[in-house]
Nanobody, 120 residues
């Protein structure tokens, strides 16, 4: 299983950025996907998650209304549209996939991170 993230970069305070994660090597519909982030000196934290068909989403409180997670089943991608970015959103962002069996997460995979830097 591979999760390949892209789209990070430098953006100004209030700007927008779109991250994309391409999934390969397994059955897309067996997974719940998410984005996590890790700022310097801090632990990795949850940002957003989504079911493979996009029917169910969950967000960290501080990104609600600013970030939108989505999937494209045909492209096997998981995107994170980030708007109204703030300096505190600066972090390395990681794509994540939970393999689901009988409604239980039995294994997870991580992609390499992509750096998002928001300048004030």
């Amino acid at each position: 299983v591979q999760l390949q993230a892209s789209g990070g970069g430098l953006v100004q305070d209030g700007g927008s950025l779109r991250l994309s994660c391409t999934f390969s090597g397994a059955t897309f519909s067996n997974y719940i996907f998410g984005w996590f982030r890790q700022a310097p000196g801090l632990e990795r934290e949850f940002v957003a998650s989504i079911s493979w068909n996009g029917a169910n989403t969950l967000y960290k409180d501080s990104v609600k209304g600013r970030f939108t997670i989505s999937t494209d089943f045909y492209k096997h991608t998981v995107d994170l549209q980030m708007s109204s970015l703030k300096p505190e959103d600066t972090a390395v962002y990681y794509c994540h996939g939970d393999l689901i069996s009988s409604e239980i997460a039995i294994y997870d995979y991580w992609g390499r991170g992509t750096l998002v830097t928001v300048s004030s």
